[in-house]
């Protein structure tokens, strides 16, 4: 059982910036691809970003391409996600996600992921 746990969201107006974090746990952290996925109430999970195990690839949603940048530690068993020039639209639950390894993954489709941390709310006024 791999348990993710975000942090980082907070209040922020409009152009500003945040930095996400997600702390992961178990060995297997670093051998698995890891997206960032978002949620307004009432709507879809919406994938963010996505990278691979080492850090060396990374996938972006066309909304944040430009505008967010993730990354990974993987000694420290973390992954980041930097928002800068944040808007409005930004505003959602953000969660970090990990499959479980082997699996045959999609880094844009949530049901590539089988393990979610508990979502960081960023809130962004206008």
């Known amino acids: 059982q791999v348990q993710l746990v975000e942090s980082g969201g907070g209040l922020v107006q409009a152009g500003g910036s945040l930095r996400l974090s997600c702390a992961g746990s178990?060995?297997?952290?670093?051998?698995?691809?890891m997206g960032w996925f978002r949620q307004v109430q009432g709507k879809e999970r919406e994938f963010v970003a996505g990278?691979?195990?080492?850090?060396?690839?990374?996938y972006y949603a066309d909304s944040v391409k430009g505008r967010f940048t993730i990354s990974r530690d993987n000694a420290k068993n973390t992954v980041y996600l930097q928002m800068n020039n944040l808007n409005p639209e930004d505003t959602a639950v953000y969660y970090c996600?990990?499959?479980?390894?082997?699996?045959?993954?999609?880094?844009?489709?949530?049901?590539?992921?089988?393990?979610w941390g508990q979502g960081t709310q960023v809130t962004v006024s206008s």
């Open positions: 996600a990990a499959p479980r390894l082997y699996s045959t993954s999609i880094y844009s489709k949530a049901g590539s992921y089988d393990y």
């Open positions: 178990g060995r297997t952290f670093s051998l698995n691809i």
């Open positions: 990278i691979n195990w080492n850090g060396g690839r990374t």
